[in-house]
């Protein structure tokens, strides 16, 4: 994106910022080894996906405005949220939910508009729900913003004919019944559905299952959904690390759990391709006080960040369950829900709407980091949502359009996509505040087709600034460009018709002769680097 005049305004306001630090806080130094020399497994670009669920603003308006509306849409689809989400390269996105999945009849949501019935949303609080976005609207979305379809099934009140029914509805060749059936609903060609999710929380508003049932009713399920795309079996409730393992012993392979029944070539053949996690940041680890969305302490930010580091512990554990049934690493971490979810305001917009600051931008920076320093297994990631709703990249009010300082962390980590990630050693001293001690800096380091290395340095100390020297083994780096997002207060945030103080600023980064690069990191910020 070509730099505007407001982005080195951006960058004097930073430089002035960082010349008056050290007077207010004390800076760290920090060292960061990337080893250019020892690639890594490849970055999956649906790390980078996103989340749409049938759910206050988060449809109706913030994508769908209708055709016949003042805001600029195509197709009924708003023109400016697909432009942004365009900009960031959006790989995939998860639909219709959520909980709202499993109320969710696809038959409702096809046809003409004035026909289709009017539903309740009894996922999310009895609202009203006019079917008017539907799967042909959906596919149209997807399309139009250049990504793959996640469709997940209705598990808890549909059936395995209801699912194979809406695949052959979008995929069945032209001159099938359902194909047929398609093109008089306006889409003669057939559609392709990459990823299948069977179930979404199934241990919840998914069904209320056990372990050992949901296996049993996936097996049910794969029987009828396995030719149509790859599968994303249900999550477990976040460090269930036993539900994962009793998943994968009873549900992996074709065999029944005990019997060698089965055909050699058929029990290697895993009837999981992705395994779903599901995992929230709030202040802690307690779903009833999740700090609110602005005007929060320290203490909030300090738990929040511990919160969020603990995603790393999530994926170690669970991969470590894969290992054990999946030893040569067939099957994936889909991360289909993450992303802050804080308290709600008796003031918010809609359901689930929720202010966007500085904080979140960190959370989303350590996040993509953790998922990215586990390239091996997770393969896929659904940021919690993608439009109005909790962590949004973009908000929207009428006709207006905002995007959040989420959205920013987005646009400067969309390097990364496809990379090959570069292990990378990080020596800092921890961030401490209370009874909260974490590491004070995330790394994380790709290198793209062309050679270029992408480095993001997550600095999540909200007071010190960081002195940070990188070394590469492996390469010579002549040249290395950064930008950086940040504030003056934690909870920094845009408003709409205002100047946005997290629009991405441009950041000094030197190189020395020693193959070093020296940047600094200031407190609370997100820093990219580009080094050639």
Same mark, same amino acid.
């Not at 992705?274 to 802690?284: D, W």
């Not at 369950?321 to 308290?343: M, N, Q, T």
């Not at 909870?491 to 020693?514: I, Q, Y």
């Given at each position: ?38 690639? !890594? ?51 995939? =996105? ?14 409702? !949501? ?35 913003? +250049? @990504? ?16 194979? @029914? ?40 998914? +069904? ?69 996690? *599901?995992?929230?940041?709030?202040? +802690? ?39 054990? *049934? ?6 994936? =971490? ?14 918010? @917009? ?47 009010? /009428? ?34 505040? +209370? ?57 920094? *945030? ?10 991405? @600023? ?7 002769? /020693? ?18």
């Amino acid at each position: 994106m070509p730099l505007s005049i407001g982005h080195f305004a951006r960058a004097a306001v930073l430089l002035a910022c960082l010349a008056t630090q050290p007077a207010l806080a004390e800076s760290f130094d920090a060292q960061v080894l990337i080893r250019a020399d020892q690639p !890594g497994a490849a970055i999956d670009p649906d790390i980078y996906g996103q989340f749409v669920e049938h759910l206050g603003r988060g449809v109706y308006e913030g994508i769908w405005v209708g055709a016949d509306s003042p805001i600029p849409n195509t197709r009924g689809i708003r023109d400016d949220v697909v432009a942004a989400l365009r900009r960031i390269r959006v790989p995939v =996105i998860r639909w219709p939910g959520g909980c709202f999945a499993e109320t969710y009849h696809w038959r409702d !949501g096809i046809g003409p508009r004035a026909q289709r019935p009017r539903g309740v949303n009894s996922a999310w609080g009895d609202e009203v729900e006019t079917n008017e976005f539907g799967t042909h609207e959906f596919m149209d979305l997807a399309e139009q913003v +250049g @990504a793959q379809p996640f469709i997940s099934v209705n598990l808890a009140s549909g059936s395995p004919a209801e699912a194979q @029914a809406w695949m052959q509805y979008l995929t069945g060749p032209p001159g099938s019944g359902p194909g047929q059936e398609r093109a008089r609903n306006g889409h003669p060609d057939a559609w392709k559905v990459p990823f299948i999710g069977i179930g979404n929380e199934t241990w919840g508003c998914g +069904g209320n299952m056990t372990a050992e049932f949901y296996s049993d009713v996936y097996r049910q399920y794969a029987s009828v959904l396995k030719p149509y795309g790859t599968l994303v079996a249900s999550d477990a409730n976040a460090d269930d690390y036993a539900w994962t393992d009793t998943l994968l012993q009873r549900a992996l392979h074709r065999h029944a759990p005990g019997t060698t029944t089965t055909l050699a070539y058929l029990s290697k053949q895993p009837q999981i391709s992705l395994v779903s996690v *599901h995992f929230y940041t709030f202040s +802690g680890n307690d779903w009833g006080n999740k700090s609110p969305a602005t005007g929060f302490s320290e203490a909030d930010w300090a738990r929040a960040m511990a919160r969020t580091w603990k995603t790393d512990e999530v994926i170690s554990r669970h991969s470590a369950v894969l290992d054990r *049934h999946d030893p040569d690493g067939k099957v994936g =971490i889909a991360f289909s829900e993450w992303g802050a979810w804080w308290a709600a305001d008796k003031n918010r @917009a809609s359901n689930l709407y929720q202010g966007n600051t500085l904080r979140d931008a960190v959370i989303a920076g350590l996040t993509l980091n953790i998922f990215q320093n586990h390239a091996a297994r997770v393969r896929m990631a659904n940021l919690a949502q993608m439009v109005n709703v909790l962590q949004a990249p973009v908000l929207t009010r /009428g006709k207006e359009m905002l995007l959040t300082p989420t959205y920013h962390v987005f646009e400067i980590y969309e390097p990364h996509q496809s990379g090959r990630l570069l292990p990378s050693q990080v020596i800092a001293p921890d961030y401490a505040y +209370g009874d909260v001690t974490v590491p004070a800096i995330s790394a994380s380091a790709s290198r793209g087709a062309d050679g270029t290395i992408t480095l993001t340095v997550v600095n999540l100390d909200p007071v010190r600034a960081a002195n940070v020297t990188i070394r590469i083994a492996g390469t010579v780096a002549r040249k290395a460009d950064a930008r950086v997002i940040t504030a003056a207060n934690m909870d920094s *945030h845009p408003d709409f018709g205002a100047p946005d103080p997290l629009e991405p @600023a441009v950041l000094v980064a030197r190189v020395s002769k /020693g193959n070093s690069i020296s940047v600094p990191a200031p407190a609370k910020s997100i820093v990219a680097l580009t080094i050639r």
